[in-house]
């Protein structure tokens, strides 16, 4: 997964105009407890990152 597809799909479970806000504040325990952003800033993997955050926001399995 590309960064581009990563963030399209945060926009499209958050909305364009929350989804970077969310990213900047909401730490996730499986990825260090760091925020998405600070994940992504330190190299994890944009898929690693989206599995994180599917987790959290129990969305559907069809969505992984």
Sequence with gaps: MRHSEFWARMDQHLGSAYSASWASQQS?????????????EAGVPPQRVWRA????????????
Excluded: F, K
């Design 53 to 64: 955050v599917h987790a959290v926001l129990e969305l559907p399995a069809s969505e992984r």
């Design 28 to 40: 996730i325990a499986s990825l260090g407890d760091r925020t998405v952003a600070e994940a992504l």
